[in-house]
């Protein structure tokens, strides 16, 4: 009977170990599925959130537009857009980030897929270890980098307030102009930009890297390769600049076209006719055409841009009639000055006839159009009044080159 007891005892242990691994399974399998539950139940939680707070945003009227110095980046309704789609990402983050815990979490719960789950939490943990302790090692590189940025910032404030100073002539400079110091700026701006790339270019991470080397070189190589008429032209705007033929609101004369200046940036040159034509030169064209200045006749320092017209007329009348007549149109032309006086010319003593020219001053540079209209209409009145016609053979009224098809005026009269 002792045997019979000692062979039950085995089978009993056997029986009571089995079911304490089945009940312990079965506890283990229980906490899996409430794990996985629960999981389940926070992501659906974590959607509804995020779908509700995507809802309030793209219909909310609270998002006003990005606007930076009166310059509209991004309106509302595009930043509401834009938000929406962060929120998405963060929202697939956030369940990629619970599927990663819970995946391992529930299989360290079984002996059998216990490593595995090791493996996947280093799958997890090691590049995040990786990445915290080189932001530990890159702490002193980015203190640098931010003292660097800092006075770099500090450095364009002052050269800003030099400029603004410069500009508004509260601050003199023998040989500098004011209108040079905005462009002298963005000259000094753009080379420290350049010094501050270089100087924390070593301190940035993976900039010993090969691949980091590589894209440099290919980004240099392509700014090389696709700028070079870009930087002549930006090349040619600084010597514009420098050389001052203009500025904004002159009145000049370029390649056959005439018209006021309404922009000057370091890439082109651009003019308005009188005809409310708009011209665009790129600088390097420019920098290469003749131009013609008519608004620095205009100053107060100068007597003002000559007018000028030539008449031809047969000898048989004396040029003191003719030259008297021209005077006389000349004084009664709007906007032409009686200081200093008009004087005729007698440019040619041709076969049939003289040529006469009549010149008289004015500063009103932006009326040109209308003050040579009513010279001519003054001219034509002042023979009729004398009697003499301008409709004979070989009498005409040439107009100066500036108006001869290459301005606002009409062209050439054809011989009479």
């Given at each position: 009977?002792?045997d019979?007891i000692?062979?039950?005892?085995?089978?009993?242990?056997?029986?009571?170990?089995?079911?304490?691994?089945?009940?312990?399974?079965?506890?283990?399998?229980?906490?899996?599925?409430?794990?996985?539950?629960?999981?389940?139940?926070?992501?659906?939680?974590?959607?509804?959130?995020?779908?509700?707070?995507?809802?309030?945003?793209?219909?909310?009227?609270?998002?006003?537009?990005?606007?930076?110095?009166?310059?509209?980046?991004?309106?509302?309704?595009?930043?509401?857009?834009?938000?929406?789609?962060?929120?998405?990402?963060?929202?697939?983050?956030?369940?990629?980030?619970?599927?990663?815990?819970?995946?391992?979490?529930?299989?360290?719960?079984?002996?059998?897929t216990?490593?595995?789950?090791?493996?996947?939490?280093?799958?997890?943990?090691?590049?995040?270890?990786?990445i915290?302790?080189?932001?530990?090692?890159?702490?002193?590189?980015?203190?640098?980098?931010?003292?660097?940025?800092?006075?770099?910032?500090?450095?364009l404030?002052?050269?800003?307030?030099?400029?603004?100073q410069?500009?508004?002539?509260?601050?003199?400079?023998?040989?500098?102009?004011?209108?040079?110091?905005?462009?002298?700026?963005?000259?000094?701006?753009?080379?420290l930009?350049?010094?501050?790339?270089?100087?924390?270019?070593p301190?940035?991470?993976?900039?010993?890297?090969?691949?980091?080397?590589?894209?440099?070189?290919?980004?240099?190589?392509?700014?090389?390769?696709?700028?070079?008429?870009?930087?002549?032209?930006?090349?040619?705007?600084?010597?514009?600049?420098?050389?001052?033929?203009?500025?904004?609101?002159?009145?000049?004369?370029?390649?056959?076209?005439?018209?006021?200046?309404?922009?000057?940036?370091?890439?082109?040159?651009?003019?308005?006719?009188?005809?409310?034509?708009?011209?665009?030169?790129?600088?390097?064209?420019?920098?290469?055409?003749?131009?013609?200045?008519?608004?620095?006749?205009?100053?107060?320092?100068?007597?003002?841009?000559?007018l000028?017209?030539?008449?031809?007329?047969?000898?048989?009348?004396?040029?003191?009639?003719?030259?008297?007549?021209?005077i006389?149109?000349?004084?009664?032309?709007s906007?032409?000055?009686?200081?200093?006086?008009?004087?005729?010319?007698?440019?040619?003593?041709?076969?049939?006839?003289?040529?006469?020219?009549?010149?008289?001053y004015?500063?009103?540079?932006?009326v040109?159009?209308?003050?040579?209209?009513?010279?001519?209409?003054?001219?034509?009145?002042?023979f009729?009044?004398?009697?003499?016609?301008?409709?004979?053979?070989?009498?005409?009224?040439?107009?100066?080159?500036?108006?001869?098809?290459?301005?606002?005026?009409?062209?050439?009269?054809?011989?009479?």
């Open positions: 009977m002792e019979g000692q062979n039950i005892e085995p089978v009993l242990e056997q029986t009571v170990t089995r079911d304490a691994a089945l009940l312990g399974f079965g506890q283990k399998f229980g906490m899996a599925i409430g794990i996985a539950a629960g999981q389940i139940l926070l992501i659906w939680v974590v959607w509804f959130l995020f779908k509700k707070l995507s809802k309030k945003i793209a219909s909310g009227d609270k998002i006003k537009p990005l606007i930076i110095k009166k310059i509209h980046i991004l309106t509302a309704r595009h930043i509401s857009a834009l938000i929406v789609f962060l929120l998405r990402i963060i929202k697939i983050v956030i369940t990629i980030i619970q599927l990663f815990i819970t995946i391992p979490l529930i299989f360290s719960l079984f002996p059998a216990e490593e595995l789950a090791s493996t996947i939490f280093g799958y997890i943990l090691t590049p995040l270890k990786n915290g302790m080189g932001l530990v090692r890159y702490i002193p590189n980015l203190f640098t980098v931010i003292i660097i940025l800092l006075m770099t910032k500090y450095i404030r002052a050269l800003q307030f030099f400029a603004r410069l500009s508004r002539e509260k601050i003199k400079i023998p040989g500098f102009y004011p209108e040079w110091a905005q462009p002298t700026f963005n000259i000094l701006r753009v080379l930009y350049a010094f501050t790339i270089a100087a924390i270019f301190y940035l991470p993976g900039s010993n890297s090969r691949i980091f080397q590589g894209i440099s070189v290919f980004l240099g190589v392509i700014f090389s390769l696709g700028s070079s008429s870009a930087i002549g032209n930006l090349v040619a705007g600084m010597v514009i600049t420098y050389m001052r033929p203009f500025k904004i609101g002159d009145f000049i004369r370029i390649q056959n076209s005439t018209g006021f200046v309404v922009e000057k940036t370091l890439m082109v040159l651009r003019i308005k006719t009188t005809k409310n034509e708009y011209i665009t030169f790129p600088n390097m064209q420019a920098l290469s055409a003749s131009i013609s200045n008519y608004n620095t006749s205009s100053d107060e320092d100068e007597e003002g841009l000559i000028n017209a030539i008449i031809t007329y047969n000898y048989a009348t004396p040029w003191r009639l003719i030259h008297k007549i021209l006389k149109a000349a004084l009664k032309t906007h032409v000055l009686k200081t200093p006086k008009p004087f005729v010319l007698q440019t040619a003593l041709d076969d049939f006839y003289a040529r006469y020219q009549i010149n008289c004015t500063k009103e540079i932006k040109l159009n209308a003050i040579y209209s009513e010279l001519f209409q003054n001219i034509q009145d002042g009729a009044a004398a009697g003499l016609d301008l409709t004979a053979p070989h009498f005409r009224i040439n107009l100066p080159p500036e108006s001869r098809g290459e301005g606002p005026w009409e062209k050439t009269k054809p011989d009479m």
